[in-house]
């Protein structure tokens, strides 16, 4: 069976702050991650993967297998990173399981 | 992104109504998936399809049943609504890994 844990329902920071988004997962075989993030009255869009190591709007998410994690990362917050965020994971079959969610607040 | 689109985007039913969701695609993918997304929660796969002949159920598709219509349309039905089906819905399409979304549909159900 596959499930992602993100322990933080509710994440709050200044601008200009560090900001990390937990993700912890459990998975028999290779996963592939996924982070999505949903801003205000729009529809789910893909933030990074993490097969492609890519930094997506100064994100950075690295797969720890030994940890079992995948960990979102940006080293200054601003207010248009106020949104929901979903980590995600694809086994196999192609489905994605998806974490509860964590909701982040950037202050001014 | 109107490669995926959701009808209708709000609806307010009773209990027992039925009910169905349409969702399309112009993305060409084969592979669809409808989701609930409750607080709390987070998206929950309800059933999913990766071909016109092939529907299965995902983890919780009980009072809700599907219809692939055509590569590019997927149905989700609600025979007889009750109220803790209300929530916002999303259908997805993916090719390779990343899937895409749809705008989501607003159920609620008196």
Sequence with gaps: ?108 | DADVTQTPRNRITKTGKRIMLECSQTKGHDRMYWYRQDPGLGLRLIYYSFDVKDINKGEISDGYSVSRQAQAKFSLSLESAIPNQTALYFCATSGRGEQFFGPGTRLTVL
Aim: hydrophobic share 35%; net charge positive.
């Design chain 1, 1 to 108: 069976a596959q499930r992602v844990t993100q322990p933080e329902k509710l994440l709050s920071v200044f601008k200009g702050a560090p900001v990390e988004l937990k993700c912890n997962y459990s998975y028999s075989g290779s996963p592939e991650l996924f982070w999505y993030v949903q801003y205000s009255r729009q529809r789910l869009q893909l933030l990074l993967r993490h097969i492609s190591r890519e930094s997506i709007k100064g994100f950075t998410a690295d797969l720890n297998k030994g940890e079992t994690s995948f960990h979102l990362k940006k080293p200054f917050a601003q207010e248009e990173d106020s949104a929901m965020y979903y980590c995600a994971l694809s086994g196999s079959d192609y489905k994605l399981s998806f974490g509860a969610g964590t909701t982040v607040t950037v202050r001014a």
